[in-house]
């Protein structure tokens, strides 16, 4: 049942309990001059006026329209204005009304929500409205802020190439830059959706690396993979994504964000680098097998010569014409690798077997250090028995490399868990700081150490060792510490026979 107004007004209670309600004031609904009829403290204390200087005065005495804008229909005056005629409350969300500060006597910018309750009288018409505001400048300002800080962050992403994407897990929901749009080829404004993109993505590089990498993510937080992608017109380019992984209070993943950069260019850049030295890596074959074919004819003619020098200088030319063909082999590998071209050639084995032949080949190499070999019971793996061969090699050289002449380096295997074989190889050397131990798998990375300087290398072979571990779906890493050696291991899957 309506309350007559002029009875709530007179009504000594209403007016206490009024006053002490939050942010209100109660305007009469005598257009046009809406007179403020009660006004709570709350009220008074947020717009700095007093209670004797608004009671009896209209609204707009108070608090002056802003007439800078005719077609706002959000101010004070239209709005009663409505609420009068529908008889409905109105809410306004978010309008801007700056106050004085009483401290420096200055207006300071404020942003509002308020709503806007018609009361009837006893004739059921709308005689009062119960205007309720709530200042809201710290939430606007704050949304003002996180709308600048990403329009910049858009704007250097675009300046740099970058786009940003932003991906729901599962994946219900993905958002992104309008750079990413162009980095897959389409026309800008072009709507796209992740299935479309990973539909652009080379069939190759979905299992192996798309899938791969978004397990890993998952599970280690970090995602950063590298993949070939087509364009709408069929043309092949590269792109890098990065990203890292939100979690919820569960300490599940919820949200990933990330870049993408277009790294065509430097992609065809390697690919025109690979190619020269697959080029004269090839040339070298040639002059290098005659080279070692005459220096072992050498040594059988001069088998039975009395001259120890002659022997010696031999063994030493055919040792570095053997070290001079395994580069040539792995400046080929590398000329592969990038392009896809390293196929394998899997076989069932005992890597056993194959590392005792690493072993023996070593030895036969050089003759300064004792290799030790503790093997585990035989286990097969299928692999490229070359390959894994390269690698046991590679760690044994380098094993040999970076230690002390007399000491000792020590080639073990096992079983690491029920699916996989670990091989390690240890060694006494000059170890490797924690800082470098990120890096060495990376292409042409050296070491930048006065102790390591006088070694010869060009910063190759970890790094084919592991991306031929990693074809084969294991794992290559190092454990070191400088001055105490290091041990570098591998793990392999065991072969299902």
Same mark, same amino acid.
């Given at each position: /049942? ?38 709570? =403290? ?55 009304? =700056? ?156 949200? /990933? ?21 697959? /080029? ?43 070290? /001079? ?173």
């Amino acid at each position: /049942m309506p309350v007559a107004s002029d009875d709530i007004l007179t009504d000594g209670l209403f007016k206490v309990l009024f006053e002490k309600s939050p942010g209100s004031i109660l305007v009469k609904a005598d257009l046009p001059v809406f007179t403020i009829a009660a006004v709570s =403290d709350a009220y008074l204390q947020i717009t700095s006026v007093k209670r004797e200087k608004v009671i009896g005065k209209s609204f707009f005495d108070v608090f002056p329209e802003d007439k800078d804008n005719p077609d706002d229909e959000n101010t004070a005056r239209k709005v009663f204005t409505r609420a009068i005629d529908t008889g409905d409350k109105i809410d306004v969300p978010v309008y801007r009304y =700056d106050i004085r500060n009483p401290r420096t006597g200055k207006f300071e910018e404020h942003y509002w929500s308020c709503s806007n309750t018609p009361i009837r009288g006893a004739g059921n018409s709308v005689e009062y409205i119960l205007n309720t505001v709530v200042d809201i400048s710290g939430e606007v300002k704050a949304k003002e802020a996180a709308i600048e800080s990403e329009n910049r962050l858009l704007l250097a992403a675009e300046a740099t190439g970058l786009a940003i994407w932003d991906l729901a897990i599962p994946p219900t929901h993905f958002s992104y830059s309008p750079q990413l749009v162009t980095l897959f080829g389409h026309q800008p404004g072009t709507r796209i959706s992740l299935s479309s993109l990973r539909n652009q993505v080379h069939p190759d590089d979905v299992p192996n690396i798309l899938v791969r990498s978004y397990q890993e993510a998952l599970e280690g937080g970090q995602y950063d993979y590298e993949a070939r992608i087509f364009w709408p017109d069929n043309s092949l380019h590269w792109i890098r994504m990065k990203g890292v992984v939100l979690y919820n209070n569960k300490k599940r993943p919820h949200r /990933m964000l990330g870049t993408v950069v277009d790294i065509t260019e430097s992609k065809r850049d390697d690919i025109r680098k690979n190619d020269f030295i697959a /080029m004269a890596s090839h040339e070298l074959k040639t002059p290098l097998t005659s080279l070692k074919a005459y220096v072992q004819l050498l040594e059988t003619k001069l088998s039975d010569a009395g001259d120890p020098f002659i022997k010696t200088a031999l063994s030493k030319s055919l040792n570095q014409v053997n070290k /001079m063909t395994a580069l040539v082999h792995s400046f080929l590998d590398l000329s592969r690798l990038e392009p896809g071209k390293l196929q394998l050639k899997r076989s069932v084995f005992d890597i056993n077997k194959m590392i005792e032949e690493c072993i023996n080949d070593s030895r036969m190499i050089t003759g300064s250090h004792a290799l030790v070999f503790k093997p585990g019971d035989p286990q097969n793996v299928n692999a490229d028995r070359e390959k894994i061969g390269q690698v046991v090699s590679n760690l044994i050289s380098n094993a040999i490399k970076y230690s002390p002449k007399g000491s000792t380096v020590t080639i073990t295997s096992g079983i690491a868990d029920k699916d996989c074989v670990e091989v390690s190889v240890a060694d006494h050397g000059i170890g490797i700081k924690a800082k470098d131990q990120e890096k060495i798998f990376q292409r042409f990375f050296r070491v930048d150490d006065d102790d390591k300087k006088h070694i010869s290398g060009f910063g190759i072979g970890l790094y084919l060792s592991n991306e031929i571990i990693q074809r084969h779906k294991g794992k290559l890493w190092v454990k070191s510490a400088p001055n105490k050696g290091s041990i570098f291991s591998f793990s392999l899957p065991l072969a299902n026979v």
